[in-house]
């Protein structure tokens, strides 16, 4: 099976190639609910609801823990799946979501710290080092025009009151990757994130992450942060609701 997650936009497009092709199709990024309703008007199979708490670029402007049970709401007797993204990074973030309506969640940042992840080692501390972000629209506003949510570094607070006239076309090179294969060079402010053969000023590039990051302490196997999301739900459910598993 293929699963996609897309822009409902291209849903009646993908659409046709369902079942022969085993194409499961879900849209990202949902932030409101109004995307929520679209969402369902163009009979997508699942939704991801993604609260202004996430990492990276932020589809919407409500919190989770207010957009997450108006669109379960709004879903109500329809079969299909909410999964809920945004700030989430441990067991106690999944049984909040769960118990707002959610049927399963999205983690990014959490995953990022993790191992097998393909972040620069520098990014992953810093991960660890840093526990606020800042939304802003500091990065990539050429290629990549949107609010997002970075690590509150040294280098964000010197430039989160770059003017608007500024971004990555007309700055300095500052590191250097390899991209699918390729070689680029990154100009400050671009969008790309540092990977294990970035070269240059890692923490002067865009470093992804959700609120959430403060809770995550240490680098751990992705099989590890798995098996703790889900022990960990178990036991606070059986310990505060009386419940048996998730």
């Keep these: 099976m293929c699963t996609f997650q897309t822009n409902i936009y291209f849903i009646p497009i993908v659409r046709p190639l369902g079942p022969s092709h085993e194409l499961n199709v879900t849209p990202s990024k949902v932030g409101s609910v109004e995307e929520a309703k679209k969402a369902i008007d163009v009979g997508v199979d699942a939704i991801i609801i993604q609260g202004r708490e996430a990492g990276g670029h932020v589809a919407g402007q409500d919190g989770l823990i207010s957009l997450l049970p108006r669109v379960v709401d709004l879903v109500g007797d329809c079969d299909i799946p909410i999964i809920a993204a945004g700030g989430i990074v441990d067991a106690r973030g999944y049984v909040a979501a769960l118990a707002l309506g959610a049927k399963g969640i ?105 609120s959430g990051v403060g809770l995550i302490k240490e680098i751990l196997p992705a099989e590890e942060v798995v098996k703790r999301l889900v022990e960990g739900a178990q036991l606070l459910i059986q310990q505060t609701f009386g419940g048996e598993s998730v």
């Design 106 to 210: 999205c983690m990014g940042t959490r995953f990022l710290a993790t191992h097998e992840s393909y972040a620069h080692h520098t990014y992953k501390r810093n991960l660890i080092e840093y526990d606020k972000t800042e939304y802003t629209d500091v990065f990539g506003r050429a290629a990549w025009p949107a609010p997002h949510r970075v690590l509150r570094t040294p280098f964000l607070c010197d430039w989160k009151s770059l003017p608007e006239h500024e971004n990555e076309t007309n700055q300095p090179i500052i590191a250097r990757s390899i991209i699918h294969g390729v070689e680029m060079e990154i100009p400050r402010f671009a969008v790309f994130v540092p990977n294990p053969t970035t070269t240059g000023e890692i923490e002067s590039m865009a470093l992804y992450a959700g």
